[in-house]
């Protein structure tokens, strides 16, 4: 099992910073991703940012060029460095891992953290 733990969300003004921190523990041996998703109100879930065990990176549209994705170097940690915020940013982002063991892919999520942008 992989425990993921969220941390860094909070209430900032339009043009300002966040940086989001996801914490993986447990088992996570065969990690082959992480990435951020977030959940604006009365909306689906969306994919913000992935981030590959060989670094590799892909961000949505919508936040390219003002979000970034890293994992610490031991690589049980994962950032989201959330720049030039906008309103619309606002919602609860999660962190997710997936992980491939005997031929199944598991996914894992945390809790969640707020994220509110105001203008």
């Known amino acids: 099992q992989v425990q993921l733990v969220e941390s860094g969300g909070g209430l900032v003004q339009a043009g300002g910073s966040l940086r989001l921190s996801c914490a993986a523990s447990g088992s996570i041996f065969g990690i082959g991703a992480m990435g951020w998703y977030r959940r604006a109100p009365g909306k689906q879930r969306e994919l913000v940012a992935i981030?590959?065990?060989?670094?590799?990176?892909s961000y949505a549209d919508s936040v390219k060029g003002r979000f970034a994705i890293s994992m610490a170097n031991t690589k049980n940690t994962v950032y989201l460095q959330m720049n030039s915020l906008k309103p619309e940013d606002t919602g609860v982002y999660y962190c997710?891992?997936?992980?491939?063991?005997?031929?199944?892919?598991?996914?894992?999520w945390g809790q969640g953290t707020q994220v509110t942008v105001s203008s």
């Open positions: 997710n891992a997936v992980q491939t063991e005997v031929g199944t892919v598991y996914n894992y």
């Open positions: 981030i590959t065990s060989g670094g590799s990176t």
